[in-house]
């Protein structure tokens, strides 16, 4: 590990610019984005996660898959290579969970995987927290663990510069005037820390709970508690849409001068639409279906699946629900509000 004084941030971002797009957070209309570094610009440091999701860059919608042109079927344009700063590790865990559907199996999503061998990560540590945070309730830790190709931890006059990855190893290694990081320099970074753990944890108290997740949600699929937390839902979509995990899509086609492309655009699974099949049938046309729909694959279904719980415990959808719904309130009631005899009510 290396500390580099605060300056050397802005030299690796300049680094970082002769081979990759270079995507900083940056503060618009009050909220946390990605946005592209101009040449030259030190990137800022962010306390917490973004308001927007990472897989923005990786999965971006409207992205064109294939295009049609007089020569044939080409493959769609394919981006510069891009570094992001400021990714946290809810952003990071996400990009394993996206891994598992995407990539990790004989049916890859070759944009996706394109995108994962060729961007470059640098992650941080949380030095603060969204109220919305709770990834310690899903056995998560506020600092990057994996996913990363270098990794920053501020202290004292700068930051200690942990690589990830042999790509990270290399720019580490160039980086100029860092210096091996001393012992009392790694102490105060994990001090820290653990004060920001402390701090999710302490601020997510009132709605812990025991039992795992895919137990907590299993046992509630034939109580009717579904319609009383999604009572106040709008089916807006934004918790799909912020979610850094969520990865449906839909495929559709347009013309342009050049001929016709295939573009793809997040879905949602609140939609009602969302699971219609050839001659309108619907599996779940009732709000509250899809809803228990969107636990069940979150935290039941896709475990069992990919061994990976489908929610890194960002908040987002906390942030952005319009009928106040929090998940983690959510999870609290499933599994306090459970009633043995609403279950047989229902089967009888
Ligand atoms: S479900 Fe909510 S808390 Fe979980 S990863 Fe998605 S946006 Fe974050
Ligand atoms: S953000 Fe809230 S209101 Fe909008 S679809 Fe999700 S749960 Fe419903």
New binding site residues.
Partial sequence: MRFVGGSGIGRLARRLARDYDVYAPREVAGALVLQRLADGDPPAWNDHRLAEPLKSLWLQPGKILAQWTPQGPQPGPRPRPRAVFGAKQCDLRALTILDRVLRDHEHKEPAWCDARERNLVVAGDCTGACDSCFCTMLGGQPWPQAEFDLCLGPVEGGYLVEAGSARGEQLAAELEDARPATAEQVAARDRRRQEVLQRVRAQNERWRTVDPTDKTVEKNLRTRIWGKLAAT???????NLACPTCHCFLLFARQTPAGAVRVSLWDSC?HAGYARMAGGGTPRLQLTERFKNHYYHKFVSFPRNWGVTACSGCGR?VD????R?DKRQCLHRLETEWMPSEVLEEIV
Wanted: hydrophobic share 45%.
């Fill in positions: 839902c709008v089916e807006c979509n934004a918790c609140f959808c952005a629900c319009m009928g719904i």
